[in-house]
């Protein structure tokens, strides 16, 4: 079953990416489909709506309030016009993630026409900690595929929602904060789950969103504890190094585009750490790594890439090295990626801070 994933610009494509990562986790019958053109444009229509006519201010989506607002019927007529324009047969699903707020102020919402299509809101998620926007938006995307087949039309979706939270996946929450709750029991009612017997036929789509909602579980928890724990996730490098996972949440896949991933590697090979100006003399160990990562890539172009990598006063690491670091303050939060990027002072070593004791290779 395939879920084709849209995104409207304001997202970026690195928090797209990151939270592809976390949703290429699971592998099974429930395929995300990465959109690889750029992100929908949306302009806002209501409410928080703060830009005044011709201003070329931006929105500030990191307010919890006065977010800008776009109606139900423009968010799903994103959806429509894909499906129309790229011919998406009508059992696959077209979900649009976007930072504006709706209408109606949901976290989410499915297109009560019948159609497979939903939004979920991307923003707002300031109650939960650094780096954590990704949880609830996962859970809001895989419950959706699973109460579409619960609940055929808004007579049968009120009837499946839960007024009061009991921390099923059916509790209507208000507020955000509400949503953590049942976000942490990762459950599922017994009336719901009955419903769920009768009206999906397909149990691997459950089995696949349940194992979604533990991993969201798994994440919230090790998150909560590293606060007195202080603990950071084992590593897992596999595959020659073309895998990389956080081995206690989950086993969630860290993607790093091939360059900065052979960056992170070789330095993960230098607990010592090495002077960013001394790169120059460690060519052939960071080509070796690269071309390891493209043994497809001719051998010139790797070397051209590498050189201009190491030249000093080119900005070629630097720019690698503050990739690297957002890829997993996003991934984590910042507090935990801490641990794992590469981070020192001019013209002394830098290194990762993680002990090697949480790295295996395998
Ligand atoms: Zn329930």
Redesign the pocket.
């Given at each position: 079953m395939r879920v084709h994933l849209l995104y409207s610009e304001e997202i970026g494509l690195e928090r797209y990416d990151s939270l592809l990562d976390l949703l290429q986790t699971i592998k099974g019958t429930i395929q995300f489909v990465k959109q690889r053109d750029q992100g929908v444009e949306l302009r806002a229509e209501g409410l928080g709506f703060m830009e005044r006519k011709g201003s070329k201010k931006r929105h500030d989506f990191h307010s919890s309030t006065d977010l800008p607002s776009v109606s139900w019927e423009t968010l799903f007529n994103v959806c429509r016009t894909f499906r129309q324009q790229n011919d998406i047969g009508e059992n696959e699903f077209v979900v649009l993630l976007t930072d504006y707020a709706n209408e109606l102020n949901w976290f989410s919402a499915p297109d009560l026409s019948g159609a497979r299509n939903m939004f979920v809101q991307t923003s707002g998620w300031g109650v939960f900690a650094h780096g954590e926007w990704r949880f609830p938006v996962v859970y809001q995307i895989v419950t959706n595929l699973l109460r579409h087949f619960m609940a055929r039309n808004l007579e049968e979706m009120e009837d499946?929602v839960?007024p009061e939270s009991?921390g099923?996946?059916?509790d209507f929450n208000r507020d955000k904060r509400g949503i953590q709750y049942k976000l942490r029991t990762a459950d599922?009612?017994s009336?719901?789950a009955q419903r769920i017997n009768v009206h999906v036929s397909d149990k691997n789509i459950v089995r696949q969103v349940i194992a979604y909602m533990d991993l969201v579980r798994t994440h919230m928890l090790f998150r909560s504890r590293f606060t007195f724990t202080k603990q950071p996730s084992s590593l897992c490098i596999s595959r020659n190094g073309q895998e990389i996972k956080f081995t206690d949440m989950g086993d969630t896949l860290f993607e790093l585009a091939p360059l900065n991933r052979a960056v992170f590697l070789f330095f993960l090979k230098h607990p010592e750490g090495v002077v960013l100006n001394d790169l120059v003399d460690h060519q052939v160990e960071l080509r070796r790594i690269y071309q390891n990562l493209n043994p497809n890539k001719d051998q010139e172009a790797v070397r051209t890439t590498i050189e201009n990598l190491v030249q000093p006063g080119t900005g070629g690491i630097t720019e690698s090295l503050t990739r690297i670091k957002r890829a997993f303050v996003l991934a984590v939060g910042a507090d935990i990626a801490e641990y794992y990027y590469i981070s020192g002072r001019r013209n002394e070593p830098y290194r990762i801070g993680l002990d090697r004791e949480w790295v295996h290779w395998e």
């Open positions: 499946i839960h009991i099923c996946m059916n599922i009612c009336a719901c």
